[in-house]
């Protein structure tokens, strides 16, 4: 086999068998089964070396140490580590991620960062880069597979008063990257984005007729639940139908729960639906949604799905996995792909967000329906950009804001002692906004202030006069005034 360098797979059932004899595959015996018994899912990643070999080590930390977390970080992990791996292979002499030394580390950020041949990523880039492989190597040497870590270490204290305890971060952090650069959108932006985008609309706001956008609906529903929840991508994709809370007549905000099991981290929270952002979905739900489960009944697509869990009793969602019972909001991001319910018109999937087959859609295809609405804006001249995250983003710092301006006018009307009994009922805004987030710290929600503060000094630019000088002094004669004053 010739070289073909480091290279990211993804496991997928199903697939065929080779028609050539492969004593590996051989070995392995039926694939599918060997992922059901590693309880693998599908979109696992794994990395191949130059030589086309699978490291058992290597690929035990996606199987072992990332299996919970959602597909997209495990991505981005695994084309963090293919990085630092193939500039070992390539630059180092072929050196194995196992024997690496501060030398080869140091190396490779000269490489990334500094080198006039190099990509000169930005530092926020490399400091991301950075921690990916030191936790990495972190895990590898607790498991005995590399006897040191190449990353040295400093010991650091959280700002937050409510952790005290010191922790190990990595050395070669720049702690210098714009960790206060947001991307976010202003509501009026987010909107003519979407409708542009997503919807169809042309940039005067006017129905294109050219437009063959079959999903606009759901599409647009998808987009205004991110902004208006600040779920991440894979938390929002991996929702079901019974964390979709009901439409009730006079709520402006429908409260929800994100199960700790599709929540990253660990984060299981709160979630608030608004009004107009629910009605939409539950439009998707009874129109496009229910039209693909019909065209997919027809099919028989569900009755092709491996190893599904069914639900028997829609107001008991319960399933059976290896004899257990588990409740669907126990279940995993893969998981619940697998989950059907059983009804009076035939199988559907519990999962709320669905594609054009009738199938639980993926973050992937969630991140190409942003792109794909970008490429449209950027055909009719609208210079508008969007990621999912950046809804996310978006959803913290107008809520902050909103927030933040109700507690203030509140605050200004009261004494001392008034104004620290209401903190200690109402809370602070930005733990707030960190709770409805899922961040552990609020270190990492405090970005959003550098945000608001910006916004306020952009507020008080814009009432600058845009002419220094008086209307029909001359310079001279104002020199003059001056000179006399003096």
Known sequence: MGLLGWRVFFTRRGLPWPKSGC???????????WLDERRIGDGSPYLLDPLGRYDVDLNDYFVTELANEPMTTQEAVAYD?????????????????????????SAFKHWRVTDIVGPRVELTTWDREVATVNRFYLWAVR????????????????????????????AEASHEGPRNDVEWLPPALYRQWRDVGVR???????????????????????????IRTGLRLAEQTSLSLFELPEMVPGLLNQRSWLPKAIAKGGSARRVYFPASALKDVWDYVDTDRAEAVEDARDAGVYERIRN????????????????????????????????????????????????????????????????????RCDRL?????CRPHVLRHSFAVITLEQLWRGHIQELAAMTPR????????????LNWVRMRLGHSSIEVTQVYLHTLQELEMETRMALIPSSWEPTGVHPEDLEEAVNDAA
Do not use: C
Request: glycine residues 6%; without cysteine; charged residues 30%.
């Open 381 to 385: 001249g609208l210079r508008l950009r």
């Open 200 to 226: 169809g609309f042309t940039v005067e706001g006017l129905p294109d007729r050219s437009f063959r956008g079959r999903f606009a609906s759901r599409n647009a529903a998808y987009a205004d639940t991110k």
């Open 418 to 429: 008034q104004r620290e009994t209401y903190q200690m009922v109402f809370g602070d805004p």
């Open 143 to 170: 498991k005995g597979h590399a006897a040191w870590n190449p990353f040295l270490q400093r010991t650091s204290r959280s700002r937050d008063p409510r952790r005290t305890a010191e922790a190990e971060t990595p």
């Open 81 to 105: 580590l293919k990085r630092f791996l193939k500039f070992l292979w390539d630059n180092r002499g072929r050196r194995s991620w196992k024997v690496a030394t501060a030398e080869d580390r």
């Open 23 to 33: 004593d590996v595959v051989a070995e392995l015996g039926d694939l599918d089964e």
């Open 308 to 375: 599904p869990l069914i639900i028997t009793d829609r107001r008991r969602p319960f399933v059976v996995v290896d004899g257990q019972r588990l409740s669907v909001a126990k279940l995993k991001h893969d998981e619940r792909r697998r989950v059907l319910m059983d009804t009076p018109q035939g199988l559907e999937p519990a999962a709320l967000w669905l594609n054009q087959y009738g199938l639980p859609s993926k973050p992937s295809a969630w991140q190409e329906v942003f792109k794909t609405a970008n490429r």
